[in-house]
């Protein structure tokens, strides 16, 4: 009230009254969306009015062609929707659906609404997190699965292979720490202390090593790099044929005048006398 009694003119009340009729339009109550919102929204409002229409034809063969026809429409205006599988399913069960499920057509398919079950359900997190975070829970999984192994020699080798993937893991949470009695020692209490293995046979043959060998940790593989050489091949600086020392000369000649053209750019030129 006491901006409208601060404005002297008519423009400046009016522009305070459109003001307040903004701010009104903004805070009401927005309108639901009708069940047929997204359908819409996708086909345009063009072909939703079509359909409607479908209904107050009365003869069914001319209610037929005309739904066949905006099917071929639809499949006109969005071309990408043929290279989906079961389109034309698709579309004459959106087109049955957009008419509120009483269209009486003779259809190529069985035609079937949507049924709206409602929000879906909330996915079920686990409550506990793993124990070691740098491991997660597929290997808890694994260790529990190891766990019901009766034969030793399988347990055992089951126990590698996982001390083997949590050194892997761990290398990338704490690559100094990666030693083979932390994983042995974090392996021991996943376990509840039935999965354990000999700190020293692991330290000795590396068991833990992807590529393990028996005598030491194997070296790692180099590609070799093929060696460029400036003249070319072999043949051409030692000789061979023709052809080789032609093409070895004038690249040495070429060298010759690059040598020559820095020598000539790198010394003073001398004043004429």
């Known amino acids: 009230m006491s901006g409208w009694l601060l404005c002297k003119t008519h423009y400046q009340r009016r522009a305070v009254w459109r003001i307040f009729d903004l701010s009104n339009t903004i805070f009401m109550t927005l309108p639901s969306l009708h069940k047929h919102e997204l359908l819409q929204r996708e086909y345009g409002q063009s072909t939703f009015i079509l359909v409607q229409q479908l209904a107050s034809i009365e003869d069914r063969d001319e209610r037929t062609r005309r739904a066949q026809q905006i099917v071929q429409l639809i499949f006109r205006i969005q071309p990408t929707l043929r290279d989906q599988p079961d389109s034309q399913a698709k579309v004459w069960n959106h087109i049955f659906e957009m008419a509120d499920g009483e269209l009486d057509v003779d259809a190529p398919f069985t035609l079937a609404a949507q049924v709206n079950l409602g929000p879906p359900k909330r996915l079920a997190y686990p409550a506990k997190g793993p124990k070691f975070r740098a491991y997660g829970q597929a290997v808890e999984q694994l260790v529990a699965q190891a766990l019901t192994l009766e034969d030793e020699t399988e347990r055992e080798q089951a126990a590698i292979i996982i001390g083997r993937t949590m050194k892997f893991l761990y290398r990338s949470h704490n690559k100094e720490n990666a030693k083979d009695l932390t994983i042995i020692k974090h392996l021991r209490e996943l376990s509840g202390g039935e999965l354990s293995l000999d700190p020293d046979r692991v330290q000795n043959e590396n068991l833990f090593e992807f590529a393990a060998t028996t005598g030491g940790r194997q070296a790692a593989f180099i590609v070799p790099q093929p060696r460029q050489e400036r003249d070319g091949g072999g043949n051409r600086r030692s000789g061979g044929s023709g052809g080789g020392n032609s093409s070895s000369g004038s690249g040495n000649r070429r060298d010759k005048q690059r040598r ?14």
């Open 260 to 273: 020559g053209g820095r020598k000539n750019r790198n010394e003073p030129q001398q004043p004429p006398q």
